[in-house]
């Protein structure tokens, strides 16, 4: 999207300005991250989830924030999660963090995801719930990145999952505040309902 492009500083600035926020959704996506393993990150962005959680490899369309990310450290590759450059069963996981909502056409990502990860390998997908407070919120809001979003609802990503023949569906949910009112580190809670940022996981069949 060009909008990444036009403002990949500004959208970078987020996880420093939000910092506790940004320390929760990482606390629980590294509780679901399988450890010693060979990741992707699709829509990897500027790099803030990826240098963090030690993941292999990101893609993203956004050239701009791919500079970012590669001045982080991050092993970047320009891709369209639609189209990955990969040989299927390469992955042990595959994490889409935020991103899902950005891209053209999720459930192709979904599949491709599926495809490049290897025989119970995991997917892991963070997300804004659309049915949450936050959610909510961000659809009012029409902020220059979320106007250009298309939200999904726990229910709808797991229904793309069980289709997809993805197995043991797990939720961890955060940020049960607005993120510019959090001081600490929150700590994951198990299922969906009450915070703004749920982490979605299961295992290829």
Do not use: H
Request: aromatic letters at 14%; hydrophobic letters at 40%; charged letters at 30%.
């Amino acid at each position: 999207m060009v909008i990444f492009d036009q403002y990949c500083q500004r959208y970078d600035a987020w996880y420093d300005k939000n910092r506790f926020a940004y320390l929760s959704e990482l606390q629980a996506l590294k509780t679901v991250l399988p450890r010693s393993s060979r990741g992707l990150e699709i829509g990897v962005g500027t790099g803030r989830f990826a240098k963090p959680l030690g993941i292999t490899i990101g893609v993203d369309p956004s050239a701009e924030m791919l500079k970012i990310a590669a001045n982080r450290g991050v092993n970047t590759r320009w891709s369209f999660g639609e189209n990955l450059p990969f040989f299927k069963e390469t992955f042990d996981y595959v994490a889409i963090i935020i991103s899902l909502c950005f891209v053209q056409d999720p459930l192709q990502v979904l599949r491709e995801s599926r495809r490049v990860l290897k025989k119970n390998g995991k997917i892991i997908l963070g997300i804004v719930d659309k049915d949450s407070f936050l959610g909510r919120f961000y659809k009012r809001k029409k902020s220059v990145f979320y106007k250009e979003a298309t939200f999904f609802s726990v229910k709808e990503l797991t229904e793309f999952l069980v289709d997809l023949k993805f197995k043991r569906i797990n939720y961890l949910q955060t940020l049960f505040d607005f993120p510019e009112k959090i001081k600490r580190v929150q700590k994951p809670r198990k299922g969906f309902g009450k915070g703004g940022f749920i982490v979605i996981s299961g295992k290829k069949a």
